[in-house]
């Protein structure tokens, strides 16, 4: 397989067009590692089943290790999830876009790659650009699951995603250098009182205040 193509996103022009080209990869089953605020991050279709297990084998990820998805809008939700708690709402209005994954109950459709225990799905809204609006480009949510094999360590420029994984994927969009530190903060909100199922960029005593006040 050729390595992958790496388009640089530095200027709004440059940007454009590496999303549209990055939405047609998305749209015919690749896949496209993409920036995020901590590392880069590949993204596919999540209604793709074929485009979720190349996915998978490119990162040699276990199959019990559910993926999160990336939306483009909060309103986007009602696709993916079978419903979305008063608290929940609460949440998103105070932390998206931002670090914070939800983990919702995912409907029915949704495939098993994604979900975790009795059909969960993480869904975020990230504050960088360029996911954001590949999913909103390409009319579907897309994968945040980190470019790398699982295991190794994630990367944080276009140059580390094609020295790990570029003879696998399709395309890279290189927004530069990312910030790296730690992941999104996992918040389970099907169960009462909210479970933190991982501490990330959201800090635990911060969440935990906010879910007393509004409680």
């Not at 200027?11 to 901590?38: C, D, R, W, Y």
């Not at 809204?125 to 790398?148: D, F, M, Q, Y």
Request: charged share 20%.
């Amino acid at each position: 397989m050729m390595p992958a193509r790496v388009l640089k996103a530095d200027t709004s022009e440059s940007t454009q067009m590496a999303l549209n080209n990055a939405k047609e990869v998305i749209l015919s089953g690749g896949v496209v590692a993409v920036p995020t605020e901590s590392f880069y991050a590949l993204a596919v279709s999540v209604m793709d089943e074929n485009a979720l297990r190349r996915l998978m084998s490119i990162k040699k990820r276990p199959e019990k290790n559910p993926i999160l998805i990336l939306i483009s809008s909060a309103d986007d939700l009602d696709r993916y999830v079978v419903q979305v708690p008063p608290m929940a709402m609460k949440l998103i209005r105070r932390f998206w876009p931002g670090g914070l994954t939800l983990v919702f109950q995912g409907k029915e459709n949704l495939s098993a790659t994604l979900t975790s225990g009795p059909g969960q799905i993480g869904v975020r809204l990230s504050s960088h650009p360029v996911p954001t609006e590949l999913a909103r480009l390409a009319g579907v949510a897309i994968t945040g699951t980190s470019a790398n094999v699982s295991g190794e360590p994630p990367c944080r420029s276009a140059a580390q995603v094609m020295k790990a994984i570029g003879n696998d994927i399709d395309l890279v969009i290189d927004g530069g250098e990312t910030q790296g530190g730690i992941a999104s903060t996992v918040l389970n909100v099907t169960v009462q009182p909210p479970e933190i199922l991982r501490e990330g960029m959201i800090n635990r005593d911060l969440l935990i205040s906010f879910l007393s006040a509004i409680d």
